[in-house]
């Protein structure tokens, strides 16, 4: 147990990093997409176009995989809090390559972040063995689950549908919220699928199970959601940081 959860937290560090900094390159790609055509926070796409956007993705690629990797040797709760490593990357590199300053009150929300998320690792409860993706299948299915799942699409529809075409553009939380609570489903979603590979590679196929699937097809349809309003938001804001506090809260 020890070995599997120093693997995963060597991936969480390691993706921490990848990620951190995939969020400045894509950043800079924004803008130079931008300065072309209408901005991604209009709504534009120019910057699928851009070669340094799609440098700062495979970049993110890297990082998410590792992240994702991360979740199949070690709890979400170990996992998920080491995502506050990323917060330092971003801002320093903020800071040097995109000469945006990190107030005071920046830097107490940092290191008030990375405190919480050490906080949880060293307090983290022990992860339940799962023995069938089925399990995890039954547990989602509980009504108070169901209920939360719920809420969730219910919050995110009303935000994507009323809340973001009228004041995306002017107030940051559209976004950021959108984000947010799609973001807890896509934590709990790949944690799901990270545990079915690991019992595939241990010789328990999980691919004959349709929930497994039915957990991929959510994991993707949730990062394909967040990544088309955070490329919104970035080319405005130093959204990295905020984004990453927002994922370690919600998850």
């Not at 995109?98 to 990375?114: I, S, T």
């Not at 990062?223 to 919600?250: K, P």
Request: aromatic fraction near 10%.
């Amino acid at each position: 147990m020890y070995s599997s959860n120093l693997k995963g937290f060597l991936l969480a560090v390691v993706s921490s990093a990848f990620i951190g900094s995939s969020f400045i390159i894509k950043k800079k790609g924004l803008r130079k997409a931008g300065v072309n055509g209408p901005s991604a926070s209009s709504g534009g796409y120019g910057y699928l176009l851009e070669p340094l956007w799609w440098i700062g993705m495979v970049t993110m690629i890297v990082g998410e995989i590792a992240n994702f990797v991360a979740y199949i040797y070690a709890p979400a709760a170990l996992v998920t809090p080491l995502g506050a490593l990323s917060i330092i990357v971003s801002a320093v590199l903020a800071h040097l390559l995109l000469k945006e300053k990190l107030q005071k009150m920046g830097m107490l929300g940092c290191l008030l972040c990375v405190v919480g998320s050490v906080v949880i690792v060293l307090h983290a409860p022990q992860e339940e063995s799962i023995d069938s993706v089925e399990e995890i299948w039954e547990l989602a299915t509980q009504p108070a689950f169901l209920l939360y799942v719920g809420s969730v699409v219910a919050v995110a529809l009303v935000l994507i549908l009323y809340c973001a075409p009228r004041y995306g553009q002017t107030n940051i939380m559209i976004y950021i919220g959108i984000c947010s609570v799609i973001g807890s489903l896509t934590v709990m979603s790949v944690k799901a699928i990270g545990i079915a590979i690991k019992l595939t590679l241990e010789g328990i196929n999980q691919a004959k199970y349709f929930q497994t699937w039915i957990f991929a097809m959510v994991a993707i349809t949730c990062i394909i959601t967040q990544l088309n309003y955070l490329n919104m938001v970035s080319i405005l804001f130093i959204v990295r940081v905020i984004f990453r506090v927002i994922v370690i809260a919600s998850g």
